[in-house]
C-alpha cells in the first residue's frame, strides 16, 4: 500500500511564535516520529505551509484573526526543525485549505493518506475537507495525538467532525507500525 503523510502548517508561529499553543509544542515529538518513520518507509511526504505577506490584515483571514503570523521568510513561517525532512514536497497556501490535492494521486499514486498538524479545527479539517472531495475514494487517516486545536475543545469539535465525513481517527500508537 502506497501511503503519502500530510504535515499540515507545523511552523514555529502556530507553536511557539506569534500564535503559540501548548498543544502544539506537545504534538511536535508525535509528528516527528510520524516523519521519522514515513522517511524511512520511503513514504512520500508532503508539507503544507501557512504563507502570507505583509498585507495580510487586509485579507478576509487578516481582518477576522489580525494576529499577523507565517509571514512569508519570517522566523515564524519556517517549518518547526524537529519535524523536517529535506526530501519533501513543501505546498504554499495563502490561507486554510489547498485546494490542488489532486495532484498526490499524480505524483503519489496514494492508497492511503495519513494526516496530521496544526490547527485541527482550521487547517487540518479545511484540508481534510478539499482532500476527500477531491481523492473521495483515498482512505485518509487523521493521526489525533499529532493534532492540535485552537484549544483542545474545538481540536476534540473537528475530529468528531472529520470522523463523521469518514476518517479513521488513530493515534501514533494505534498505525501499527
Not at 63 to 85: F, M, Q, R, S
Not at 98 to 116: G, P, T
Not at 137 to 147: H, L, N, Q, T, Y
Request: one cysteine or more.
Amino acid at each position: 500500500m502506497n501511503k503519502v503523510l500530510i504535515v499540515i502548517d507545523a511552523q514555529e508561529d502556530f507553536t511557539r511564535g506569534a500564535l503559540r499553543n501548548e498543544e502544539a509544542i506537545k504534538a511536535l515529538p508525535v509528528i516527528h516520529n510520524l516523519v521519522e518513520y514515513a522517511s524511512k518507509n520511503d513514504m512520500q511526504i508532503i508539507y503544507t505551509k501557512d504563507t502570507h505577506n505583509d498585507t495580510y490584515l487586509d485579507t478576509q483571514e487578516g481582518k477576522n484573526l489580525p494576529i499577523p503570523h507565517c509571514i512569508v521568510n519570517t522566523a515564524g513561517w519556517k517549518l518547526c526543525p524537529e519535524v523536517e525532512v529535506n526530501n519533501a514536497n513543501v505546498v504554499y497556501k495563502q490561507t486554510f485549505g489547498y485546494l490542488h490535492w489532486d495532484f498526490i494521486r499524480q505524483v503519489a499514486k496514494a492508497d492511503e493518506i495519513w494526516l496530521c498538524g496544526f490547527c485541527t479545527d482550521i487547517c487540518v479539517s479545511a484540508n481534510f475537507q478539499t482532500i476527500k472531495a477531491a481523492l473521495p475514494e483515498i482512505p485518509i487517516v487523521v493521526i489525533e495525538d499529532a493534532c492540535a486545536g485552537v484549544t483542545p475543545e474545538l481540536h476534540d469539535a473537528a475530529i468528531k467532525v472529520m470522523k463523521s465525513c469518514q476518517a479513521k481517527i488513530l493515534n501514533f500508537s494505534e498505525l501499527n507500525i
